[in-house]
């Protein structure tokens, strides 16, 4: 658990960060969102003491920040930056193993736990152990990137913009990649982003920070249906708000009896999806499948009513 406690950040006299409180709770995804200069990323620094507070406190698990030394801190902390900072000199396994390394593994645990993540990420060990990071395609980079900051088992991973610079269904696989991931581990992230489709995606619950300050912290269904303030409600977007909802509830709340005709949609698919399949292939209805047998549909009617109850 991260405990934020009245953390403020001051660069002559104009405060980037005012007087913000927050707890993270263990094994859930927080995502931090707001504009270039809204003090998102330098509220993630003063986690991991990259950024020392003017004043206030981070506690984790309860013990302050401020009572180890910063890069003994670090080191329990995984950290994911845009463009995955790899090391273009170091191998997939080396840099994977930066962390165990300094923490003095053994070398059969390392290289044991270097292909436990190629694995985990879906990179065969054998075929990306060796390679250098210009051999990798941008998506295969950043899993690697993700892959380094677990590589040690941090109760903590903070990530800043870790996947700005991917094109966009890279970027969704790599979302996709990194909820399973985390639901599998249990672990605690806190992720900065400036784009709240992504928080929506990802995020257990939202902080929306507006100058400085933060303006509201949820869940992402209550900051698209209740956002705080204008500024909320501007980051959301009106028109989008019914699709943003219908993008947190899953296919199988409103499944019910029937067979549609055409493909199949799954279970877990949300009802953005399946209103997309609706109006892509002109039916009314679409049938809905788990693990690969047909267990009703989901209708037109039944998604629009969904919205407008939730909106």
Known sequence: MIE????????????????????????????????????????????????EPTSGEVRINGASTQAVAPHILRRRIGYVIQGNG??????????????PNLLNWPRDRIAARVDELLDLFSLDPDQYRDRYPA?????????????????????????????????????????????????????????????????????DRIAVMDGGRLVQYDAPARIIAHPATGFVADMVGDVERPLRLLSLIPVSEVVTDGSADGAAISAEASLRDALSACLW???????VERDGVRI???TLDAIRARAEFRA
């Open 4 to 51: 934020i406690i009245g953390l403020t950040k001051t660069y002559d006299s104009v405060k980037a960060v005012d007087d913000v409180t927050l707890t993270v709770e263990s094994g859930t995804i927080t995502v931090i969102v707001g504009t270039s200069g809204s003090g998102k990323t330098t509220l993630l620094r003063m986690v991991n003491r990259l950024e």
């Open 86 to 99: 790899l090391f273009p000199h170091h191998t997939v396994a080396r840099n994977i193993a930066a962390v």
């Open 135 to 203: 051999d990798l395609s941008g998506g295969q980079q950043q899993r690697v990137g993700v892959a380094r900051a677990l590589a040690s088992r941090p109760d903590l991973m903070l990530m800043d913009e870790p996947f700005g610079a991917l094109d966009p269904i890279i970027r969704a696989r790599a979302q996709d990649d990194l909820r399973r991931i985390q639901r599998k581990l249990g672990s605690t992230i806190l992720l900065v982003t400036h784009d709240m489709e992504e928080a929506i995606r990802l995020a």
């Open 281 to 287: 292939t002109g039916r009314t209805a679409v049938p």
């Open 296 to 298: 009703g549909q989901v």
